[in-house]
């Protein structure tokens, strides 16, 4: 048994790779939507709705297991959520329709969502507020990197055995995540919350956004998510339209995207104990500003070029790996008591605004760069206000 002041790095190991499984199921089949277009004869709008309802059914998730959890415990709430993937990928394996596909990958995301609440969930349980910030930032960047890989596996596997094996490796996945976790993990709730239904669950998000700090915290995260799911949406686009690369080049570049949020999450654990969360935070932000205001300039001066996209973004995402795990433990740790239900709404603030952006940025791509980077930029200091406001003016008064 693990002593609940600690995790083991193979826990943190595990509850990383559970909460990276519902956005990998997510992304993983993104290149066979033209394969399931011409299998099931559907129109393009209709094949994208298995990526865009994932999209919608992973935010309803994490509103769903967050007060689950505070009233059952984190333990069995995660199994439910692994045994409900294992489920939705089935049915996806077996779907002989378009209907019946969509179903399978909304249940399949649903079930994936509960990494996402309660591994954060755990370690603020077992952790104090600035090292769970540490042990997130782990989490943070192994949900991001798992998902900007799938992509190329997905092709890979749907190349060799055909998409329905991408459905197979996620319901292995989920087998022996459930197996691990009900070998390894703990109950670390110390104190049930009582849960009375939709009422309770909306009593309670009441009092969450009643925190002027919980809110700071929770939109900074927000809008620090659709800085990065703007681009990664069409950042794609842009390279073939706009860039005249071919979209082989795409893979090569994109690399630099993780590497830079991977940065910014060792930072944010290096020096999460030598300085204060709402420091870190300010700091990240104000990097991924600058990094999106750079880009615009060097498009401004004509270098409309790949590396003068991709690099200064990588320098915003290298700022935004610092802020989100910090500000996503801090909104946690602004009610302990609630700690699965904040967890829960600050994902669905997350996975629902940066999906209406993702569309957004879609509409009004203009065969150039800009309107993508000035959202971006418009998102990157929004998310910087909202803390400031939000949260240090807050706490300037209350001192």
């Not at 192994?142 to 459905?167: H, I, K, N, T, W």
């Not at 996975?351 to 998102?379: D, H, K, R, W």
Request: charged share 10%; aromatic share 10%.
């Amino acid at each position: 048994m693990l002593k609940l002041n600690t995790l083991s790095k193979r826990m943190i190991i595990l509850l990383a790779a559970v909460s990276a499984l519902g956005p990998v199921g997510m992304q993983i089949l993104l290149p066979a939507l033209p394969v399931i277009k011409e299998t099931f004869s559907v129109s393009n709008d209709v094949a994208q709705l298995t990526l865009s309802l994932s999209m919608l059914a992973i935010a309803i998730g994490t509103l769903v297991y967050g007060p689950l959890s505070d009233k059952y415990g984190r333990k069995p709430i995660m199994l439910v959520g692994i045994v409900v993937t294992l489920i939705g990928s089935a049915v996806c394996f077996i779907a002989d329709s378009i209907v019946l596909l969509i179903s399978g990958r909304f249940i399949q995301a649903f079930g994936g969502a509960v990494g996402l609440v309660l591994a954060r969930a755990i370690v603020r349980d077992v952790y104090g507020p600035e090292e769970a910030a540490r042990v997130i930032a782990t989490l943070v960047m192994v949900m991001v990197v798992l998902p900007m890989m799938s992509p190329a596996l997905g092709g890979e596997l749907m190349q060799q055995f055909g998409f329905e094996s991408v459905f197979i490796v996620i319901a292995l996945a989920s087998a022996i995540a459930f197996i691990f976790l009900l070998l390894w993990l703990p109950e670390t709730l110390k104190t049930p919350v009582p849960f009375e239904g939709m009422k309770s669950m909306v009593i309670t998000f009441s009092k969450l956004f009643a925190s002027r700090a919980f809110c700071g915290y929770a939109f900074c995260v927000t809008f620090v998510s659709v800085v990065f799911f703007s681009f990664i949406s069409a950042a794609p686009e842009i390279m073939v339209s706009v860039l005249n690369r071919p979209p082989t080049e795409y893979g090569y570049y994109f690399i630099v995207i993780p590497v830079g949020f991977m940065s910014g999450n060792y930072v944010a654990r290096h020096f999460g104990k030598k300085i204060s969360i709402d420091s870190m935070i300010g700091i990240g932000a104000s990097i991924g500003v600058f990094g999106i205001v750079l880009a615009i300039i060097l498009q401004i001066l004509g270098l409309s070029t790949p590396m003068a996209l991709f690099l200064p973004i990588a320098l915003a995402v290298f700022g935004n790996g610092i802020t989100l795990p910090n500000a996503q433990a801090a909104a946690i740790n602004e009610f302990p008591e609630y700690a699965g239900t904040a967890s829960g709404l600050t994902g669905f603030l997350q996975m629902g605004v940066s999906s209406v952006a993702a569309q957004v940025v879609a509409l009004i791509f203009n065969e150039t760069v800009y309107p993508l980077l000035c959202m971006m930029l418009v998102a990157s200091i929004i998310s910087l206000i909202t803390f400031r406001w939000g949260v240090l003016n807050f706490r300037k008064a209350t001192v």
